[in-house]
């Protein structure tokens, strides 16, 4: 029998809008980004869509075991200025929520899960490189020609595992 999915706590705020805002910016809609060849990029946005009404969600922090970043790089680059932002404004936004929360300095943001499922994603994170450097990062697997994923980056599977209670 499988164990249960952890418990997770999804990030709100400003800092976080949903993806539905971003899709309707100009740019995006003019795209229409889930029609093109590369949609596969946009793995970020159904990743929130499920994790969004997931059972296993916690509405209080202090209950869960992960933590969801739900910013979606690939499609936030994407809709380029919107709404008097911009990517880089709005990657600044989420930095600096997440280096406000006190779940984040707790361990060092080592529990956290983020998706970007592009190659590119050192330009796409902008100023969150650094920060989500320690997280716990989602993305595809397949190379697409030479671009891969950095190194130091530390992947794992939508089927997190529950880690064992601490002795």
Not at 120 to 140: V, Y
Request: hydrophobic residues 40%; contains cysteine; glycine residues 4%.
């Amino acid at each position: 029998m499988a164990s249960p999915p952890p418990r997770f706590f999804m990030y709100s705020g400003a800092a976080f809008p949903p993806p539905e805002a971003l899709l309707a910016c100009p740019a995006l809609r003019r795209m229409a980004p889930l029609a093109e060849p590369m949609a596969q990029f946009y793995s970020e946005l159904g990743v929130h869509r499920l994790l969004r009404s997931h059972p296993a969600r916690m509405a209080d922090p202090a209950a869960a075991e992960l933590f969801y970043v739900p910013w979606c790089p690939h499609l936030d680059q994407d809709a380029g200025r919107c709404n008097k932002t911009n990517h880089r404004g709005r990657a600044e936004g989420v930095a600096a929520a997440l280096r406000a929360s006190p779940w984040w300095r707790r361990h060092n943001g080592s529990d956290h899960v983020y998706v970007c499922a592009c190659v590119m994603m050192r330009s796409m994170l902008s100023s969150l490189w650094t920060e989500l450097g320690r997280a716990i990062h989602l993305r595809h697997a397949t190379r697409r020609r030479r671009a891969r994923a950095p190194s130091r980056s530390r992947t794992s599977t939508p089927t997190l595992r529950r880690r064992p209670p601490p002795p």
